[in-house]
């Protein structure tokens, strides 16, 4: 879970066997409450959506309907994100590889993971992807 920081870096705080055993209790909190997440908007989307949908009739409010309806597929898309971030962090921690950056391979340090538990870069590298060049640009 090491690598190289430049000179004056300062080293993110490491993982101990109790740090990482509290992340792995708050990722399984985490899928549970997508799994549930998930359940929930796949039971809007059978029946609430599906009797709005159908009740609606020629004087029926489609905007509405079809607002709802997109709202219930953002939920549902997110739940899923989620649980895909979880899964992939736990499979991670079962590997040894959670707590590394995937770009760099340096620590990410327990403070980033604390605050979120499926960070799979460090910092720097985070900042980079999400930067308007991109990965790669400057």
Same mark, same amino acid.
């Given at each position: ?17 109790? $740090? ?14 997508? &799994? ?11 029946? &609430?959506?599906? &009797?709005? #949908? $159908? ?13 709802? #309806? ?41 403070e980033r993971l604390a605050a979120f ?11 980079? $992807? ?9």
């Open positions: 879970m090491a690598g190289s920081r430049p000179a004056g870096g300062s080293a993110p705080a490491p993982l101990d066997a109790s $740090r990482l055993a509290e992340l792995a209790a708050r990722l399984k909190a985490l899928r549970d409450r997508a &799994e549930a997440a998930l359940a929930h908007a796949k039971g809007e989307l059978k029946g &609430e959506d599906a &009797e709005l #949908f $159908r009740d609606l009739g020629q004087t029926g409010d489609w905007a509405l309907a079809e607002a709802e #309806f997109e709202r219930d597929m953002a939920g549902a898309e997110r739940a899923r994100a989620l649980l895909a971030a979880v899964q992939s962090s736990q499979r991670r921690m079962e590997s040894g590889d959670y707590g590394s950056c995937e770009d760099c391979g340096d620590d990410i340090g327990y538990p499926t960070a799979s870069r460090c910092v720097a590298c985070q900042s980079r $992807r999400e930067s308007p060049a991109g990965p790669g640009g400057r």
